[in-house]
């Protein structure tokens, strides 16, 4: 056998991710090798499968299945454990006389095989069609809406227990115990779903249960089962009460089997938990825990309930939940405070230095009664809570002291937005070790990585990943401080490529779109959030469009074809409802739409009064969406579909050009929107007209002076197509702007995230005056995906990175830049960094059996095999900076980041009011000269000190100019490859 090392490969299978529970008789399975990277891969992969009994199956796959390929045994089921290995063969003789099936012995010739894998240890966490009988259960004579409560029910076990598994699910949010244990380290769970579905979790208790009696206890609050979401006050859908179903399945030796169900033994009581929900917060009252006459709690067995109520049966019963598919939410960091702020008015602020999804544990001692109240919020304004932003939400929780100690606690049913917590009550002296910032979000494989060496740009980065963690927690939010907490179908369309590779996200997105499915209206309209707590609502591109633009990022970037199968209906109802509502040139205009949300140059409070026309944004979006069922079709493999759907959309594109784009190639919208939409859409397709529409998009941005001049739909794509059309420098230029608004402008002034204003805190630290700000919205940190793709160079060239596309871009201004991804093929990484003289340094890694298509710039593409390569090539050093001056042009000195800088920052010392109507008002066109621009909004003392600073800024780049050996971005030929 022929292979390059002994290293026995890994078990790749599906289930969420840092668990074991499978949720299908059928999951899908996969391989990786370790090791070095060579360019073939194993032939065949021999499967083994062990189950309890310890009888075997086998079966033997191609080597190409590494990445998925489907169960090749018999289906599992409910409860049952196995052992899965697989080891590999390069060689093709002799592989396929593997003995397969359930009675194979293990006697064929393993010198043709590599090691055995280490046994993948799975279990069957779904329940058998029918076999749910659990009633849903919830308080009988609450206090008060939404009331947190406890739930409890004893139970006794045998000897001879083989296996106990507990099933539970709620409309609510839940932690059951046995005895004193936790049954595992989820929070928040079972999460939100919609209505027309329920999850249920799969936990194994078998080593909670020795035998004997045990107490069952469940800790309930509302959570979203109980939320008035929004603007919703009077939400039929809230239920008034957090309900509860559960399950215990006890397996014993002698093949017995007892189930325990939530019924009418159960009861309940209120305990220290008085107050819960997501917006408002958590009150607990530790000197309400609950003990009987003898000082037992209610996880002791022989604790006294009688004075408890029997629980209700729900007049809403949960539908039969399903199984998890989706990452679990947990714990997953913990943080410090870095800093204790007194504010002007006297108040206690605790600064974690990071803008986190989560709660605050802490560490207290003091008297009985005593009430410590923690306020969360995302910044400060004037030195104090800046609360405005949250609106209705309080994100207060409050905790009043038992008086036994050293008390710890955390809230358990709700989480914040925060990075500043004000304290209140705390009895002595404020000790900051005694708080800690717990972090929670739902547990995913991170999988993405970008660095580089420019700190603003690496910040950016590390604000869109904060932004996804923090709104990746069961779904995907839009928001997670605010009355809100959406999972808004806009933003994650736009985001969902950006998350995509940071983490993998199959499976919760996966699951989110089995609920986009559910809660699609029946004439095919998608709701503006899902799950949908608005009811009838109105179609709107880009936001409806998640549809059919989320199954299609996962197909790319997992090879997800199941998904694609399983969504098609929906893709093919959201596209069918936009051409009826289409008119007859098969245009959709005229009705309402988000258009290209929170441009800009939009007021405070009509986010949706962006530059470019909203029929432009709708009718680009039917294109396509058509074109992406097409795409869909062809997939799973109905040619047909996919032949109909692409006429439809080629009706659409024909007339999109026809009425928005003139002869010329200007778009009827003159606004940087429409020119992206156009160029990434593919809705110009011939070579003049998209490199006529590049020039006049660059231009643009260029007339702007380089501030972000898009919203929702435009900032997501605009990059791409200046790129796209050798627009590299306008792009590079975009990137790394820092005047407001731009994505550098929230880096500068202290953010952590992704805000979802270009201008959520003003230049002068205060909020912006709108109805809506949050400082935690990933939508306009989608450009991570274009510093993957185009500026490091890792994308996908077949669907899971089966085959990669390295193309990096050096932009002027960075020095080097690095993307790697774990795939379903193993690691594959690229990054380039600048060399003195002028030359370009590129390194990648390439896994085992893939195959890369290099495009480096000014040259003619090359494929690269599995290993590490590296290839240089040179770059003319960019001609010394022109000299500018008083009579150098507007767009001249827009061009030049560093002139502009200077300019503008003479502006702000000399008179801000002034220079905040340049940055509003003035297009930097080619041939309005600069003095004309100052001497309209200032005297002579600002076009001396200008003159002055720019002189002295030439006399420095002469003194630099042979260090000056920037990339010009690849629109030259820079000479040979060296590999």
């Not at 000195?893 to 003035?922: G, I, K, N, Q």
Request: aromatic residues 8%; charged residues 25%; hydrophobic residues 40%.
């Amino acid at each position: 056998m022929t292979r390059s090392d002994d290293a026995a490969p890994h078990v790749r299978i599906d289930v969420p991710h840092a668990t074991d529970a499978v949720p299908g008789p059928r999951p899908r399975i996969g391989w990786l090798l370790p090791g070095p990277a060579v360019p073939d891969v194993p032939a065949f992969a021999h499967w083994r499968l062990t189950r309890e009994d310890r009888t075997r199956e086998h079966a033997v796959l191609s080597g190409h299945d590494r990445g998925g390929a489907s169960w090749p045994f018999a289906p599992l089921v409910p409860r049952q454990r196995v052992e899965l290995e697989v080891r590999v063969s390069r060689e093709t003789a002799d592989a396929s006389g593997v003995a397969r099936g359930a009675d194979a012995a293990d006697t064929q010739d393993d010198a043709a095989w590599g090691p055995w894998s280490e046994p993948r240890r799975v279990w069957a966490g779904f329940l058998a069609e029918g076999e749910w009988t659990a009633a849903s259960l919830t308080a009988s004579a609450p206090e008060h809406r939404a009331q947190p409560v406890v739930l409890r029910r004893t139970l006794t076990v045998r000897g001879d227990l083989v296996r106990a598994t507990l099933y539970a699910s709620a409309v609510g949010v839940y932690q059951a115990s046995i005895g004193l244990a936790d049954v595992d380290d989820q929070v928040m769970k079972p999460g939100w779903t919609s209505t027309r579905r329920a999850i249920h979790e799969s936990t194994d208790v078998t080593a909670l249960l020795a035998p004997g009696r045990h107490a069952l206890t469940v800790r309930l609050a509302g959570g979203w089962g109980t939320e008035l979401f929004g603007w919703t006050p009077d939400d039929p859908r809230a239920l008034p009460q957090p309900v509860f179903a559960a399950q215990l399945v006890l397996e014993y030796a002698d093949g017995a089997r007892e189930t325990v169900v939530t019924d009418a033994q159960w009861r309940w009581a209120p305990g220290p938990i008085t107050a819960s929900g997501l917006y408002a917060g958590e009150d607990y009252d530790a000197r309400r825990a609950l003990r009987d006459a003898a000082g037992r709690e209610p996880s002791h067995p022989d604790f006294d309930d009688s004075t408890w109520a029997a629980a209700a049966t729900a007049p809403q019963e949960i539908p039969a939940p399903e199984a998890r598919t989706s990452p679990v939410v947990r714990r997953i960091e913990e943080l410090a405070v870095r800093e204790v702020i007194m504010s002007p008015s006297g108040r206690t602020i605790l600064d974690f230095g990071q803008n986190l999804v989560g709660r605050v544990r802490l560490t207290v001692r003091g008297e009985a009664g005593t009430t410590v109240t923690l306020r969360h919020a995302e910044v400060l304004e004037n030195g104090e809570l800046g609360t405005r932003p949250l609106r209705q939400a309080a994100q207060t929780d409050r905790y009043t002291l038992a008086g036994a100690g050293d008390e710890v606690w955390e809230p358990e049913f709700t989480f914040h937005g925060f990075r500043y917590v004000e304290v209140d009550g705390w009895p002595g002296t404020l000790d900051p070790s005694g708080f800690t910032a717990v972090v929670i979000h739902s547990d995913m494989a991170r999988t993405g990585t970008f660095e580089t060496s420019h700190p603003l740009v690496q910040k950016l980065h590390d604000n869109v990943v904060w932004g996804l963690r923090g709104n990746f927690l069961y779904l995907p939010t839009d928001c997670p401080q605010r009355d809100e907490r959406l999972g808004w179908t806009g933003d994650i369309q736009v985001f969902a490529p950006t998350a995509s590779f940071l983490y993998d996200v199959r499976g919760f997105l996966d699951s989110w779109l089995v609920d986009l499915a559910l809660d699609q209206l029946s004439d095919g309209v998608v709701p503006f959030v899902i799950p949908n707590v608005f009811g009838t609502t109105r179609p709107a591109a880009a936001w409806g469009d998640a549809a059919t633009v989320v199954p299609s990022v996962l197909y790319e970037r997992f090879a997800d074809e199941a998904v694609l199968a399983r969504q098609l209906p929906s893709m093919r109802a959201w596209a069918d409802r936009l051409e009826q509502l289409a008119d007859e040139r098969h245009l959709w205009e005229g009705m309402f739409q988000f258009g290209d949300w929170l441009d800009p140059d939009a007021p405070p409070n009509q986010a949706e009064r962006a530059k470019v026309d909203p029929d432009i944004v709708a009718s680009a979006y039917l294109f396509r969406s058509l074109a992406l069922v097409a795409r869909a079709a062809e997939i799973v493999g109905d040619h047909a579909l996919a032949g109909d759907y692409r006429e439809r959309a080629e009706s659409v594109r024909a007339a999109f050009v026809h009425e928005y784009v003139t002869p010329a190639y200007r778009m009827m919208s003159d606004a940087p929107t429409a020119y992206a939409l156009a160029i990434v859409f593919d809705l110009v397709t011939d070579a003049e007209g998209r490199a006529a529409l590049g020039r006049r998009l660059a231009e643009l941005c260029r007339r702007g002076a380089y501030r972000i001049s898009t919203g929702f739909v435009g900032t997501p794509i605009i990059a791409d197509a200046l790129t796209s059309t050798g627009q590299v420098e306008a792009a590079g230029r975009l990137l790394l702007a820092t005047d407001c608004p731009s994505w550098l402008y929230p880096v500068t002034m202290g953010a952590t995230t992704v805000w979802e204003r270009w201008d959520a805190m003003l230049p002068d630290g205060s909020i912006n005056p709108g109805e809506m700000t949050s400082f935690n919205h990933y939508a306009l940190g989608a450009i991570a995906d274009w510093l993957h793709r185009v500026v490091a160079g890792l994308a996908p060239a077949a669907p899971g990175y089966r085959r990669v596309r390295l193309q990096p871009t050096p932009i002027a201004g960075l020095d080097d830049a690095r993307a790697g991804l774990d795939t379903a093929y193993g690691r594959v990484s690229i990054g380039w960094r600048r060399r003195l003289g002028g030359s370009i340094a590129v390194t990648a890694e390439i896994p085992s059996g893939v195959v890369a298509d290099v495009q480096l710039p000014g040259h003619e593409s090359f494929e690269a095999t599995a290993g590490v390569h590296e290839w240089t090539f040179d770059v003319p050093p960019v001609p010394p900076a022109h000299a500018l001056d008083l009579t150098s042009t507007l767009a001249e000195v827009a061009d030049d980041l560093e002139a502009y800088d200077l300019v503008m920052r003479a502006f702000d010392e000399a008179w801000r009011p002034a220079a905040d109507m340049v940055r509003s008002l003035v297009r930097w066109s080619p041939t309005r000269p600069l003095r004309d621009l100052i001497e309209q909004f200032y005297g002579p003392e600002v076009v001396e000190r200008i003159a002055r600073d720019l002189d002295e800024l030439a006399a420095r780049r002469t003194d630099a100019s042979p260090a000056r050996q920037l990339s010009l971005g690849g629109l030259v030929n820079p000479g040979a490859v060296r590999r």
